[in-house]
């Protein structure tokens, strides 16, 4: 008996047979993986050797061990494609084939920093449900995500700033040489009309606009 050894092709073909779950479609004629032209017999009798998946009759369904991997693979797949198109802003075409490695990489402890921060998303862009995490049943005790926009800051916090999503990139370097650089621990002072924010020694003012991409974690008092 041959076996698939790839764990890339064996992800895959988990993930597809959730998706046709999801659609409701658990025939067999359905399993066909779009990316290569892997032997689908072969495939299938290795997720059965596995104990991956069950066949009964014409239906390939996944076992409560094939669901909880499928399932860990999509939430990272949709975290990955929400990080990309929300934070990075990044093309669709491109987000779903990135996404598409992201999956295989992401640690657990990754994953659940990846979703706090974007807030425990419940869809990805394409409006499919994210399998929820830890992460996402702890956050409704304890409500803040641990990186926020500057623009959400309120007026007297502090915060480290993590990084930097400038929609112009050239705004990088003016804005490292006020000193605000990932890194730096700054105070907001005030949000409007504009934002100002103390820096060591320095007060810096900054358009609403610009709040927007500076991504801090909050200092505790
Ligand atoms: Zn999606
Ligand atoms: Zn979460």
Same mark, same amino acid.
């Given at each position: ?33 779009? /990316?290569?032209?892997?032997? !689908?017999?072969?495939?299938?009798? #290795? ?46 075409? !491109? ?17 659940? /920093? ?33 990186? !926020?926009?500057l ?10 700033i993590?990084?930097i999503?400038p929609?112009d990139?050239s705004r990088i370097s003016k804005l490292n040489s006020l000193g605000i650089a990932a890194g730096s621990v700054i105070k907001l002072l005030q949000? #409007?009309?504009s934002f100002v924010l103390s820096i060591d020694e320095t007060t810096v003012a900054l358009d609403?606009e610009i709040a927007?991409e500076i991504?801090l ?5």
């Amino acid at each position: 008996m041959a076996l698939i050894t790839d764990r890339e092709r064996i992800d895959e073909a988990l993930e597809l047979l959730w998706v046709l779950d999801e659609d409701k479609h658990s025939g067999m004629n359905h399993f066909k993986l779009s /990316s290569d032209d892997t032997d !689908t017999d072969t495939l299938i009798e #290795t997720l059965l050797h596995h104990g991956l998946a069950v066949v009964a009759g014409t239906d390939i369904t996944l076992t409560g061990k094939g669901q909880k991997e499928a399932r860990g693979l999509i939430r990272r797949q949709r975290l990955a494609e929400r990080l990309f198109t929300d934070v990075f802003e990044m093309p669709d075409d !491109t987000v779903v084939s990135d996404a598409c490695k992201m999956e295989h990489i992401l640690s657990e402890e990754l994953t659940e /920093s990846v979703c706090t921060f974007l807030g425990h998303p419940p869809t990805c862009p394409h409006g499919k449900p994210i399998p929820r995490g830890e992460c996402c049943r702890k956050f409704k005790v304890e409500v803040t995500p641990v990186v !926020t926009r500057l623009s959400e800051f309120e007026v007297g916090a502090r915060g480290r700033i993590t990084f930097i999503v400038p929609s112009d990139p050239s705004r990088i370097s003016k804005l490292n040489s006020l000193g605000i650089a990932a890194g730096s621990v700054i105070k907001l002072l005030q949000k #409007t009309p504009s934002f100002v924010l103390s820096i060591d020694e320095t007060t810096v003012a900054l358009d609403p606009e610009i709040a927007k991409e500076i991504y801090l974690r909050k200092a505790i008092a």
